[in-house]
């Protein structure tokens, strides 16, 4: 059965010509009158059309009713008045239809989401008004009525008419899909932001998708006045406008086929149950809201479920064959030598404001070499990678890209220009397949996506491309599969196909491995390398020990200035560099040794195996085992990005948990909710505070009183400098009130365990004392777990740390052993290698 | 003609405070629940029904208790339907919902009938006010009373009462308020249950001056979307701003162009959407753009 089904998975237009011809005939030969059958034919273009938009665009239309309702009065016009016949009254309202979707569409294209779907019910209502009100030319309440069919009199003849009208719409709603505009219109729903960074013009994609369904709907519209002999009001009342998007939805809006049965269920099941009731709503609205609830997919998915399927058919979905011998993947890079820079940075600078973010950097990208780009906490490499992206135009400074200034260049420019980038967090089509991924970068490059009338996959160069590019990378293999059931690290490899695709010569990779395993590391390691033969490769990343090991070149940032550049060897023993990972106050901290029984407090926080927290997916956390016990300080420490974050976010229950297990004071708190968690005693003192800023700091401290907190006079006296701000709106406070008060605000529920994040980020030094004083007081009152990534300025207070690396726990011991072993230090939470003697 | 304007704006200031009533609902249910929620009208017809029914049972006093009894109705649809919309892809909602209140307009056809029932003002408010060139009758003048009693005490709920900085605090940043503890499905039960009150009390007020009839939600959800819109989703003074301007502009143009009335606002959403895309005081809700 499954092949039979698959056989017809893979020939959707034979599919869509026999379930036609079978929805035409069946219900007829069952009795149901012949007309509502044609209704029914009409309604599922009527849905189709609507799907154009929602299912390939990602845009919900509340409104298109409107075409619909319009369609209608065109053709009364072109035959009441102009005394035309159905042919040509037609063709004369779908353009009428298609004029009108381009000027609206231009003006309401740039809006998304709720605002879309509004805008599109505002001009259905005001259509809708205008036919009521302006009887004259519309009449009214009673529309138009006794619209002759010249050809198609009676009603098998109109009937047949229909059928042949649908499917030919249809057809070209399937060759639309297939073709390189249809593609395009399926990436920017998935991705508008990478569709652009990858060289689409986005908005003239969905201009072009908007008409095309305004044609379908306009011909549904046309037809069903033909239908009734007459044109009405109603279908642009707020009523009916739903319609078509519950028909689309009840079928499956992610199946070529699903607004078919979502118009056969709406007709047939309205023929159905109004002959038992007037008011058949009542029956048929349950019905939507379970579907719609239960079943994602619709109809289509639910019977696609019962055969054990789950994939979207928009698209026939099949990938062309590969062919025997790939072609080996030839970069854009191939004659570039290596000694001229292929990118050249001059006194690059950028301020936000009052924070500078990039200070004179300059710095040259030569070809064929591996130059990564580190740097502690806020060095600004995010934002040095988006100027070079073109995402945010710097103040000062020029950048040269293989001869060409590109330094005020939009950013589509710079990739047709031969700059890629990846992103941090994945940005691909998720609802495509591998293949598809790339194949769509490709077509980009080639600017090729206004071809409507060819199949995308009949391009034999485009295809040989994305074959090659896909066995340079790894994923030969899993080219069919859609990125959804991709792995994390097979979705990183994809990420840098993509990359590729664009032709590039400067690859920009920004954090690839970030959320991989070890061995997925390695993978994505290791093809990163090879690609340095070839291309020039510019690398941000914080998994220090694998740049070292990998680059040719490293660049080190440090609140916004360039502090070295060179090999790595050289690097590694740079003093600026030592003192930026690991504080000025390295190797001058005075840490007390414990006495020798002082650690046997009982246990009170432990967490064991804990693996979760997805970075866009994958697990940042890798196995995590760590104890709190009372009445002590654990300092969490760290380079950025390996998880310190996440992991008090994971214990906070904010964020989603794989395996493994929390537990407080013995009773478990694994997946529970956050509040829950609060009550049972764990309070956090959030990365950006958080205070709600239109809220006074009496009510931001009233919000998180509990019985059993300090009260509001015990706060005060602890922090006095709070109760003179108490009437201001949280907003109005400075870095290191505010950060007061998000402290105070922690012991006002009786808290036995408080996590910190990041308490003195962002202060002056002069605030830094304030807020260490502050979070002495803490101390007294429960036990106190600090994430850091600056670990001279906790371990004084801290008895114990933990030093996390790639997620996991590298070191776990008391911060006497840590502050003494100056090695480790800085192979954990510097710069140092194994490699480098320090 | 002085005193036709000024007669009619305070018409116009009456039904826009109905509407502000209908909008301000849905504003604070889209603010903490991010879901937009299409059935919205059908419970303002529920409130207009309900309170028939208790006013047919027992007497005018009782409706006042229909907006509770609508509320608690939706405390229950939240419970059981809603709250599974959170975090799921805008097309459900808007479908679920949209569906919602067609079944509940089905289901007010179904138990009534689809003629209109009579409803009358009460006797100790007929007949009509005058002031100086403006006049208008009792009824349309409590109405006005009443809901702006309504309005400012729903603000001094939200700026004074605890409950209602819960409220403030959970649609800027509803994580944060619930590593503090608070239980956040409750709370959103809770303002989905005010939502449906507040729009059941404007059906209550307005029953008597428009007919009661089924599809009676429909003309007030559309003016409801057409002010969140313009005064900018989630924003309380939004909403109460651009109702007020509304339900001026309609009752100005019924006065003088009564065909266009019921599109001015149409074309008034239309062109404050085009200049000023999140609304006259929006903020950005990335959640549903």
């Given at each position: 059965m499954r092949k039979f089904i698959d056989w017809w998975g893979a020939r959707p237009v034979a599919t869509l010509t026999v379930t036609l011809v079978c929805a035409a005939v069946v219900p007829v030969l069952l009795g149901v009158p012949l007309t509502k059958v044609t209704q029914l034919l009409i309604f599922a273009l009527y849905a189709a059309g609507v799907n154009v938009l929602i299912g390939y665009l990602g845009l919900v239309p509340f409104g298109a009713s409107f075409f619909f309702g319009i369609a209608g009065y065109g053709l009364a016009y072109m035959i009441l008045t102009r005394g035309e016949n159905e042919i040509v009254a037609i063709l004369m309202s779908v353009v009428m239809t298609v004029a009108l979707a381009v000027v609206v569409g231009a003006v309401i294209l740039r809006r998304k989401g709720l605002y879309f779907a509004l805008l599109t019910l505002a001009?259905?209502?005001?259509?809708?008004?205008?036919?009521?009100?302006?009887?004259?030319?519309?009449?009214?309440?009673?529309?138009?009525?006794?619209?002759?069919?010249?050809?198609?009199?009676?009603?098998?003849?109109?009937?047949?008419?229909?059928?042949?009208?649908?499917?030919?719409?249809?057809?070209?709603?399937?060759?639309?899909?297939?073709?390189?505009?249809?593609?395009?219109?399926?990436?920017?729903?998935?991705?508008?932001?990478?569709?652009?960074?990858?060289?689409?013009?986005?908005?003239?994609?969905?201009?072009?998708?908007?008409?095309?369904?305004?044609?379908?709907?306009?011909?549904?519209?046309?037809?069903?006045?033909?239908?009734?002999?007459?044109?009405?009001?109603?279908?642009?009342?707020?009523?009916?406008?739903?319609?078509?998007?519950?028909?689309?939805?009840?079928?499956?809006?992610?199946?070529?086929?699903?607004?078919?049965?979502?118009?056969?269920a709406f007709v047939l099941l309205e023929d159905q149950l109004s002959g038992l009731t007037e008011n058949w709503w009542l029956m048929f609205a349950p019905i939507i809201i379970l579907f719609a609830m239960l079943s994602p997919g619709g109809l289509h998915g639910a019977f696609q479920k019962l055969f054990g399927f789950s994939r979207r058919t928009l698209t026939n979905d099949r990938i062309p064959p590969r062919p025997a011998n790939v072609e080996a993947y030839t970069s854009g890079s191939v004659g570039m030598t290596g000694t001229q820079p292929v990118l050249s940075i001059e006194g690059l600078s950028k301020s936000f404001g009052p924070v500078v973010t990039s200070r004179d950097i300059s710095l040259d990208v030569y070809p064929k070499q591996l130059h990564s780009i580190i740097g502690p906490n806020g060095a600004g490499k995010s934002t040095f990678f988006n100027i070079l992206s073109g995402i945010v135009l710097p103040d000062a400074g020029r950048i040269v890209f293989d001869g060409?200034?590109?330094?005020?260049?939009?950013?589509?420019?710079?990739?047709?220009?031969?700059?890629?980038?990846?992103?941090?967090?994945?940005?691909?089509?998720?609802n495509l397949t591998a293949f598809e991924n790339v194949r769509i970068a490709v077509q980009a490059s080639r600017r090729q996506w206004w071809r409507f009338w060819r199949n995308a996959y009949s391009d034999?160069?485009?295809?040989?491309?994305?074959?090659?590019?896909?066995?340079?990378?790894?994923?030969?293999?899993?080219?069919?599969?859609?990125?959804?059931?991709?792995?994390?690290?097979?979705?990183?490899?994809?990420?840098?196909?993509?990359?590729?695709?664009?032709?590039?010569?400067l690859l920009l990779l920004d954090e690839p491995l970030a959320g991989l395993t070890q061995s997925d590391r390695e993978i994505v390691g290791r093809l990163i390398k090879k690609l340095a033969e070839t291309h020039a490769v510019l690398l941000?990343?914080?998994?220090?020990?694998?740049?070292?090991?990998?680059?040719?070149?490293?660049?080190?940032?440090?609140?916004?200035?360039?502090?070295?550049?060179?090999?790595?060897?050289?690097?590694?023993?740079?003093?600026?560099?030592?003192?930026?990972?690991?504080?000025?106050?390295?190797?001058?901290?005075?840490?007390?040794?414990?006495?020798?029984?002082?650690?046997?407090?009982p246990s009170l926080l432990s967490v064991k195996g804990l693996v979760g927290g997805y970075a866009g997916g994958g697990s940042v956390l890798q196995g995590i085992d760590?104890?709190?016990?009372?009445?002590?300080?654990?300092?969490?420490?760290?380079?950025?990005?390996?998880?310190?974050?996440?992991?008090?976010?994971?214990?906070?229950?904010?964020?989603?948990?794989?395996?493994?297990?929390?537990?407080?004071?013995?009773?478990?708190?694994?997946?529970?909710?956050?509040?829950?968690?609060?009550?049972?005693?764990?309070?956090?003192?959030p990365e950006g505070r958080r205070i709600f800023e239109d809220l006074t700091v009496a009510t931001n401290l009233q919000l998180a009183s509990r019985k059993g907190g300090a009260s509001v006079e015990e706060i005060y006296s602890l922090f006095p400098k709070l109760q003179s701000l108490a009437q201001n709106k949280a907003g109005t406070l400075s870095g290191g009130e505010r950060q007061m008060l998000a402290i105070a605000r922690a012991l006002m529920s009786p808290s036995k365990v408080i996590l910190l994040d990041e308490p003195f980020e962002g202060l002056a030094p002069s605030v830094v004392a304030d807020i260490k004083d502050a979070v002495a007081k803490l101390r007294t009152r429960a036990s106190l777990v600090i994430v850091e990534h600056d670990a001279h300025s906790v371990l004084a207070m801290a008895d114990r740390a933990y030093v996390l690396v790639n997620g996991a726990v590298a070191f776990a011991g008391t911060t006497y052993e840590l502050s003494k072993d100056e090695p480790l230090q800085h192979r954990l939470l510097g710069v140092g290698a194994r490699t480098a003697a320090v | 003609m002085i005193d036709v304007l000024l007669t009619q704006t305070i018409n116009g200031l009456m039904l826009g405070m109905i509407y502000v009533l209908v909008a301000v609902g849905l504003?604070?249910?889209?603010?903490?629940?991010?879901?937009?929620?299409?059935?919205?009208?059908?419970?303002?017809?529920?409130?207009?029904?309900?309170?028939?029914?208790?006013?047919?049972?027992?007497?005018?006093?009782?409706?006042?208790?229909?907006?509770?009894?609508v509320g608690g109705i939706g405390m229950a649809l939240e419970k059981v339907l809603i709250s599974k919309l959170y975090g799921r892809e805008p097309l459900i909602s808007l479908v679920v919902t949209f569906a919602l209140g067609l079944l509940i307009e089905a289901i007010l056809r179904w138990v009534f009938g689809p003629a209109g029932q009579p409803f009358a003002t009460p006797k100790f408010l007929a007949g009509v006010i005058e002031y100086g060139p403006i006049l208008i009758t009792k009824y349309r003048f409590a109405v006005l009373l009443c809901s702006v009693v309504i309005v400012v005490g729903l603000w001094l709920f939200l700026t004074y009462t605890s409950y209602g900085h819960v409220l403030q605090a959970g649609s800027k940043d509803p994580e944060m308020v619930e590593m503090l503890g608070i239980d956040f499905p409750l709370v959103q039960t809770l303002v989905f249950g005010l939502g449906c009150t507040l729009a059941?009390?404007?059906?209550?007020?307005?029953?008597?001056?428009?007919?009661?009839?089924?599809?009676?939600?429909?003309?007030?959800?559309?003016?409801?979307?057409?002010?969140v819109a313009i005064g900018g989703l989630g924003s309380f003074s939004g909403a109460v701003v651009s109702g007020l301007l509304v339900g001026v502009v309609t009752t100005l143009t019924v006065q003088f162009k009564p065909e266009a009335a019921t599109a001015a606002m149409y074309v008034l959403m239309f062109l404050v959407l085009l200049f000023f895309p999140r609304g006259i005081l929006g903020k950005s809700w990335e959640r549903v753009e």
């Open positions: 001009c259905s209502q005001i259509a809708f008004e205008i036919a009521i009100k302006w009887t004259s030319v519309t009449g009214g309440e009673n529309g138009l009525q006794n619209i002759p069919r010249a050809f198609f009199d009676t009603d098998e003849a109109f009937h047949a008419f229909t059928l042949v009208v649908v499917l030919g719409c249809l057809m070209l709603m399937a060759r639309l899909a297939h073709s390189p505009t249809g593609r395009a219109l399926q990436a920017v729903r998935d991705n508008e932001l990478r569709a652009s960074m990858l060289g689409y013009n986005v908005f003239q994609i969905k201009l072009v998708g908007f008409c095309f369904a305004a044609a379908l709907i306009g011909v549904a519209g046309s037809l069903i006045g033909l239908l009734l002999r007459g044109v009405y009001a109603n279908y642009l009342s707020w009523q009916h406008a739903g319609d078509p998007v519950l028909m689309a939805t009840l079928g499956g809006v992610q199946h070529f086929l699903g607004p078919l049965w979502g118009a056969a060409t200034d590109i330094t005020r260049l939009p950013t589509y420019r710079r990739s047709r220009l031969g700059i890629g980038r990846s992103f941090q967090i994945l940005s691909v089509f998720q034999e160069t485009s295809n040989q491309r994305v074959w090659a590019i896909l066995e340079a990378v790894g994923l030969s293999e899993r080219a069919g599969a859609p990125c959804s059931e991709l792995s994390h690290g097979q979705k990183r490899l994809l990420e840098i196909a993509v990359t590729l695709a664009t032709d590039a010569k941000v990343e914080h998994d220090i020990d694998r740049v070292l090991d990998l680059s040719d070149r490293i660049s080190v940032l440090h609140q916004g200035r360039m502090i070295a550049d060179g090999p790595p060897a050289e690097v590694v023993k740079s003093p600026e560099v030592v003192s930026a990972y690991l504080g000025q106050a390295h190797g001058r901290v005075e840490v007390v040794a414990p006495p020798p029984d002082g650690l046997a407090a760590l104890e709190v016990r009372q009445n002590e300080v654990v300092a969490l420490l760290g380079r950025n990005g390996v998880g310190k974050t996440t992991l008090l976010r994971a214990i906070m229950g904010t964020l989603p948990i794989e395996s493994g297990s929390i537990s407080l004071g013995g009773r478990d708190l694994t997946r529970q909710r956050p509040s829950r968690i609060n009550r049972e005693g764990i309070s956090i003192v | 504003s604070i249910t889209f603010g903490m629940l991010g879901i937009i929620n299409f059935a919205h009208g059908a419970f303002f017809a529920l409130g207009a029904y309900i309170g028939l029914l208790f006013f047919r049972t027992f007497g005018w006093w009782a409706i006042w208790l229909a907006p509770l009894v059941a009390a404007a059906g209550v007020l307005a029953a008597p001056i428009w007919a009661v009839i089924p599809s009676m939600g429909a003309s007030a959800i559309m003016p409801a979307f057409v002010i």
